[in-house]
């Protein structure tokens, strides 16, 4: 945890106005200061790439109601007998080939601490010891439930929460909120917990996409004729729901294609990872990068909006797979146009959400 400070002798904790209550008693256990916490979450993480980490990684995810809605007489003896018999090897293999070897984990965690780290900073030097932040995950390791607990021991009486989902979805960031609300409903004295929105059409958020773009086919050996935006799909049916996210990524999309000034057909919508046998929105990413090389486009790029950190499903599907798809129907050149991850521009998006939402619990450093 950054900044996470406890401090029981502080002359504040009984002043009058502090929010804490006044002990006198010696006996009373040591109430740590008063702060506001901030807490990054992201999806989660297999803690290594064997059959059991895999399998015990994408039971807890698999099982999630939020993510696969049908009943569970229905789900858990497909998921159980059929379905976790062979996955945790097919994932494992693409885990296993993006693994980031140094540090003996995933890139969406090593990444996801960086950006913590990053935003730790800017907050510190915007309101100084106030604020703490941290960072934690919906399935496997840091869970939610031990991060909220660690901030409240520390003197979080204030949460922000923050799913790192631009695009809103019912399978993310609505079941991290769930999972942070389910560790409320275990305490006697529950932090204040706000939420951040989705931030799909952020100015900050989108002229950081913009600049990645830029950059890239800048440095594109020949320039891409079309930019495919891919983002993670979910099943149509939870599109027709209720579930805004389709909607929030063609959003994304358009801000992007304007702040770039480009022509519509210069930037296509296309959604990758389809798991299961429902019909999911579409058209997916693997189908439309091959039918562009067959249409005659040689030179394409893909950009992954709805990915705060190059994950498995950026480094190893869009990178590996739809590669492979688009080189092997006749497209020459693939550029991959990487995610935000630590950059300056998206610390700063960030930094700026998080300013707005923390309004009215912190006052800025004199
Ligand atoms: C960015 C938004 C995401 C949405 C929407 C989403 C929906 C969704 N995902 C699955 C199933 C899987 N997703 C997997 C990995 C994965 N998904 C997201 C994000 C979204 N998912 C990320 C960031 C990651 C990568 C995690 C990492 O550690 O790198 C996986 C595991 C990988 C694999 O086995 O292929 C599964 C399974 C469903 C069913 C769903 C919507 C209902
Ligand atoms: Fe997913
Ligand atoms: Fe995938």
Same mark, same amino acid.
């Given at each position: 945890?950054?900044?996470?400070?406890?401090?029981?002798?502080?002359?504040?904790?009984?002043?009058?106005?502090?929010?804490?209550?006044?002990? =006198?008693?010696?006996?009373?256990?040591?109430?740590? &200061?008063?702060?506001?916490?901030?807490?990054? =979450?992201?999806?989660?993480?297999?803690?290594?790439?064997?059959?059991?980490?895999?399998?015990?990684?994408?039971? +807890?995810?698999?099982?999630?109601?939020?993510?696969?809605?049908?009943?569970?007489?229905?789900?858990?003896?497909?998921?159980?007998?059929?379905?976790?018999?062979?996955?945790?090897?097919?994932?494992?293999?693409?885990?296993?080939?993006?693994?980031?070897? *140094?540090?003996?984990?995933?890139?969406?965690?090593?990444?996801?601490? +960086?950006?913590? &780290?990053?935003?730790?900073?800017?907050?510190?030097?915007?309101?100084?010891?106030?604020?703490?932040?941290?960072?934690?995950?919906?399935?496997?390791?840091?869970?939610?439930?031990?991060?909220? !607990?660690?901030?409240?021991?520390?003197?979080? *009486?204030?949460?922000?929460?923050?799913?790192?989902?631009? #695009?809103?979805?019912?399978?993310?960031?609505?079941?991290?909120?769930?999972?942070?609300?389910?560790?409320?409903?275990?305490? !006697?004295?529950?932090?204040?917990?706000?939420? $951040?929105?989705?931030?799909?059409?952020?100015?900050?958020?989108?002229?950081?996409?913009?600049?990645?773009?830029?950059?890239?086919?800048?440095?594109?050996?020949?320039?891409?004729?079309?930019? $495919?935006?891919?983002?993670?799909? $979910?099943? !149509?049916?939870?599109?027709?729901?209720?579930?805004?996210?389709?909607?929030?990524? #063609?959003?994304?999309?358009?801000?992007?294609?304007?702040?770039?000034?480009?022509? !519509?057909?210069?930037?296509?919508?296309?959604?990758?990872?389809?798991?299961?046998?429902?019909?999911?929105?579409?058209?997916?990413?693997?189908?439309?990068? =091959?039918?562009?090389? &067959? #249409?005659?486009?040689?030179?394409?790029?893909?950009?992954?909006?709805?990915?705060?950190?190059?994950?498995?499903?950026?480094?190893?599907?869009?990178?590996?797979?739809?590669?492979?798809?688009?080189?092997?129907?006749?497209?020459?050149?693939?550029?991959?146009?990487?995610?935000?991850?630590?950059?300056?521009?998206?610390?700063?998006?960030?930094? =700026?959400?998080?300013?707005?939402?923390?309004?009215?619990?912190?006052?800025?450093?004199?």
């Amino acid at each position: 945890m950054t900044n996470a400070t406890t401090d029981s002798a502080n002359p504040d904790m009984n002043s009058p106005g502090s929010g804490r209550l006044a002990h =006198a008693d010696s006996d009373h256990p040591p109430v740590p &200061r008063a702060r506001v916490g901030v807490l990054l =979450a992201n999806l989660g993480t297999p803690d290594a790439t064997d059959y059991w980490s895999m399998r015990r990684y994408l039971s +807890e995810f698999l099982s999630d109601k939020r993510v696969v809605d049908y009943a569970d007489w229905k789900w858990q003896p497909l998921l159980q007998l059929i379905i976790l018999s062979r996955r945790p090897f097919k994932s494992g293999e693409a885990y296993r080939s993006i693994w980031n070897t *140094e540090k003996d984990e995933s890139p969406l965690l090593t990444t996801t601490r +960086e950006q913590t &780290r990053r935003v730790a900073e800017g907050l510190q030097a915007m309101y100084g010891d106030q604020v703490m932040v941290d960072f934690c995950m919906r399935y496997g390791n840091p869970s939610t439930d031990s991060v909220i !607990k660690r901030m409240q021991t520390a003197g979080c *009486e204030k949460i922000l929460f923050f799913p790192l989902y631009p #695009q809103y979805a019912s399978p993310t960031t609505a079941t991290a909120n769930d999972q942070a609300f389910r560790t409320l409903m275990t305490l !006697k004295w529950q932090p204040a917990l706000r939420t $951040v929105p989705a931030y799909f059409d952020h100015p900050q958020y989108i002229e950081a996409l913009a600049n990645t773009v830029r950059e890239a086919y800048t440095a594109a050996a020949t320039p891409p004729e079309v930019l $495919v935006a891919s983002y993670h799909g $979910v099943p !149509k049916r939870y599109l027709l729901e209720g579930d805004p996210y389709h909607c929030q990524c #063609q959003k994304t999309t358009r801000l992007l294609r304007e702040t770039l000034g480009w022509e !519509k057909e210069a930037i296509q919508t296309a959604f990758q990872s389809k798991f299961g046998p429902e019909e999911w929105v579409g058209p997916a990413t693997v189908e439309h990068v =091959a039918d562009l090389a &067959r #249409q005659g486009k040689k030179h394409i790029a893909v950009i992954s909006p709805a990915f705060s950190s190059d994950c498995v499903e950026t480094l190893e599907e869009i990178e590996e797979e739809i590669r492979d798809a688009f080189l092997e129907a006749g497209g020459e050149t693939f550029t991959y146009v990487p995610c935000l991850n630590e950059r300056d521009d998206h610390i700063d998006a960030l930094l =700026a959400i998080i300013d707005n939402e923390l309004s009215g619990w912190v006052s800025p450093r004199a």
